[in-house]
């Protein structure tokens, strides 16, 4: 048995190897001291990045590919060199810098004519070592032709989930080193295969589901997290698991028939398995975070107090922690009129947001404004907002933003920053 799966695994490798070329294909300038370096492949790629001091580079590794000619292009400040080269099936990409720079973690287009990955470099003289934004990937579940659940006065879960995850966009978009990516902007269906395949494109560091479900039983409230599993950790796990297959049917027709392009996530699952452990791993730690935020909610019940595993293919990414919300049960009256209101949608948004920092306080990433463990966020104020909103919203005090930002009664202005302590 053992013989058999390598010989599998060799041949996973092999198929996907095969016409993955790396070749570079531009560097330019995009204006605002950015540059961009765009590199080309046949097909979307596992890519491990990272930024390196003393001497200041950046590092992609573009996993089951291959370099027909070995990359060394000399450039402008603040580049001294792009370069590639291959060792077995990973090819590594390396910016070698005069200094340290604000750079965007790689992102992959696909094309017509093949597969782009991006990096994007800005010239920074008020930082000291290389640093990126944490990605947040939220998904706001359902959308277009899928309406999710629905509850008997016609409040739609694709509606809530897309105000929601709008919340948590928000308070991300204005956080400082946080940069929130939504899988649906709008009332447009998106497949669930799609939906991890998009994370994957724009290197999102963690994913987060969110739904609002219903049930034959009114009775039935309150909010869970879950994280994946082949073997569901609960009947309610099991019977949404079900439902997902039974109200996506063209999940079962796609596996086994992706695009020439696409990232088959089931057969990296056997070549990467130590990834894919640790991913889960860190899944489950960032649903704890997130619960535990949710439990602390005056307004929100909780129906499972525990983080559930169920067999959602949406959270299926070999390597990104990923979790699926559901904030509540809008077949339930009192559910269904807290999801209903912004402020309780508010409060959802709330714990993710305030789950997501806790869990990057415990695994922080290199390169970003976590991996120094700051004490507090900077939070960038926006037209229209009020600072009791703002406390709401970081589940803080207005004295306590007035005090640690020697406001003392004076007035508040777009464009303003303030230190939050959470």
Known sequence: MKIINKLLMGLLLISSIEGNELVLKEIKDVGDNSIRITFKLDKVS????????????????????????????????????????????????????????????PWQVQTKDGVLVNLEI?????????????????????????????????????????????ELERTLR??????????????????????????????????????????????????????????ASSITAKNLSKKELKNNPSIKSKIGKLDVDDFDEDAARTLYQLVYEAKIKNSKILGDKVLEQLKRDPFTKIHKKQVEYADFRVLKSIDIPSILVESGFISNPDDARRLKGKAGRRMISRSIFLGIH?????????????????????????????????????????????????????????????????
């Open 122 to 166: 800005k010239k920074d003289r008020n930082i000291k070592q290389n640093i990126r934004d944490i990605i947040v990937a939220i998904d706001a579940g359902h959308g277009g032709k899928d309406p999710g659940a629905v509850s008997k006065n016609n409040l739609l879960e694709k509606d809530i989930t897309l105000l929601i995850a709008r």
């Open 174 to 231: 204005d956080t400082k080193g946080y940069r929130p990516v939504m899988i649906r902007k709008d009332d447009s269906f998106i497949d669930l295969n799609d939906r991890y395949q998009d994370a994957r494109k724009v290197g999102a560091d963690i994913f987060v589901s969110i739904h609002a479900d219903a049930f034959r039983l009114a009775s039935v409230k309150g909010a869970s997290v879950f994280i994946w599993s082949e073997e």
């Open 358 to 422: 806790n869990y990057f306080k415990e695994k922080p990433k290199p390169n970003t404004f976590m991996e120094s463990m700051p004490d507090h966020v900077i939070y960038e104020i926006q037209k229209g907002d009020v600072l009791s909103e703002i406390a709401i919203r970081f589940g803080v005090t207005v004295e306590d933003i007035s005090n640690n930002n020697n406001l003392k009664n004076k007035p508040i202005y777009p464009g303003q920053l303030l230190k939050i302590y959470i």
């Open 46 to 105: 596992y890519l491990n990045s990272y930024a390196l001091n003393n001497p200041s580079r950046i590092v992609i590794e573009v996993n089951q590919s291959e370099l027909e000619n070995i990359i060394d292009e000399p450039y402008n400040y603040p580049i001294k060199k792009v370069r590639a080269s291959s060792k077995g099936d990973v090819s590594t990409i390396v910016v070698d810098l005069y200094e340290s720079v604000y750079w965007k973690k």
